[in-house]
């Protein structure tokens, strides 16, 4: 079974910066895509970035020019640096990988909370 597990969330000020991580572990795996998305109280999960191997990266109107992802092919590990932070970014981050042949993003982490205070 593959797991990842996040980590990096916390409370921070507008106007700061966090670098969220996410490993994958358990059994050898070959995403063809990682993602962040996150999920603000009373919201629907949105996707905040993504980075396919063979296409690059996206980012949501919210974030750009803020957020930068980056991943570790080797440790099959994602990165999310947030800087410029507002307290519209207050959500659970989670980070998500897409498998061989899958039609979406199958595997999940737990989440990280990320807490910006004005």
């Known amino acids: 079974q593959v797991r990842l597990v996040e980590s990096g969330g916390g409370l921070v000020q507008a106007g700061g910066s966090l670098r969220l991580s996410c490993e994958a572990s358990?059994?050898?795996?070959?995403?063809?895509?990682m993602a962040w998305f996150r999920q603000a109280p009373r919201k629907d999960r949105e996707l905040v970035a993504s980075?396919?191997?063979?296409?690059?990266?996206y980012y949501s109107d919210a974030v750009k020019g803020r957020f930068t992802i980056s991943r570790d092919k080797v440790k099959n590990a994602v990165y999310l640096q947030m800087n410029s932070l507002e307290p519209e970014d207050t959500a659970v981050y989670f980070c998500?990988?897409?498998?061989?042949?899958?039609?979406?993003?199958?595997?999940w982490g737990q989440g990280t909370q990320v807490s910006v205070s004005s």
């Open positions: 998500a990988a897409q498998r061989v042949g899958a039609d979406d993003y199958n595997y």
């Open positions: 358990g059994r050898p795996f070959s995403p063809v895509a």
């Open positions: 980075i396919r191997w063979s296409r690059g990266t």
